[in-house]
């Protein structure tokens, strides 16, 4: 079975680092696309970043860049996020999903990881 | 602001047809570019509905059909049920800013 399982999240005061890990299973991530998509307390899904599949390409949410960095270890058939900077409104939980290319379906995704940015 | 926008809630009766429609512009929708839709319950991850904008992945009822026209698609559900309270999502791509990933601020069904 497919399965994404995100950890790394916790409670982290503003200008603190977390990096956020997601682990396959199932599958080789190789072949696919993966994202980051967050979604804040009681809020919608908003698009944090992205990768291709042997990570020379990567996009980022203009409210995230600079500040995030995606990567992947697709030895390890793991995904990972860097959160610098964190700042309150990053507050969310973050979910790791898989796209077969840049503009298709997110068809699998993680249970998600809640990430708390608070003094 | 989203650049895809949706009603923030709809509602029916067990049994009705409700629609949800997903509005963009030339730079997603009206460019050509699938819309995928999702469904999300309370407390867990999001789970693809419609993917291509009308197609449906094995295992989702065909109670559940997506289109589109211009610059806007459409959810419908026929037949509600009660199992179908949720909030649905609308997804497309975006070619500002150098390419995203966009989101609709997503929908409410409301089971009455």
């Known amino acids: 079975d497919v399965q994404l399982v995100e950890s790394g999240g916790g409670l982290v005061q503003p200008g603190g680092s977390l990096r956020l890990s997601c682990a396959a299973s199932?599958?080789?991530?190789?072949?696919?696309?993966l994202h980051w998509v967050r979604q804040g307390p009681g809020k919608g899904l908003v698009w944090v970043s992205r990768i291709n599949s042997d990570g020379s390409r990567t996009g980022y949410a203009d409210s995230v860049k600079g500040r995030f960095t995606i990567s992947r270890d697709n030895a390890k058939n793991t995904l990972y996020l860097q959160l610098n900077s964190l700042r309150a409104e990053d507050t969310a939980v973050y979910y790791c999903?898989?796209?077969?290319?840049?503009?298709?379906?997110?068809?699998?995704w993680g249970q998600g990881t809640l990430v708390t940015v608070s003094s | 602001q989203s650049v895809l926008t949706q009603p923030p809630s709809v509602s029916g009766a067990p049994g009705q047809r409700v629609t949800i429609s997903c509005t963009g512009s030339?730079?997603?929708?009206?460019?050509?570019?699938?819309v995928h839709w999702y469904y999300q319950l309370p407390g867990t991850a999001p789970k693809l509905l419609i993917y291509g904008t009308s197609n449906r992945p094995s295992g989702v009822p065909d109670r559940f059909s997506g289109s589109k026209a211009g610059t806007s698609a459409s959810l419908a559900i026929t037949g509600l049920q009660a199992e179908d309270e949720a909030d649905y999502y609308c997804?497309?791509?975006?070619?500002?800013?150098?390419?995203?990933?966009?989101f609709g601020p997503g929908t409410k069904v409301t089971v009455l």
């Open positions: 199932g599958f080789t991530i190789s072949a696919y696309w």
């Open positions: 030339s730079s997603n929708i009206g460019a050509g570019y699938d």
């Open positions: 997804q497309s791509y975006d070619t500002s800013f150098g390419g995203t990933t966009v």
């Open positions: 999903t898989r796209a077969s290319s840049r503009i298709a379906e997110n068809d699998y």
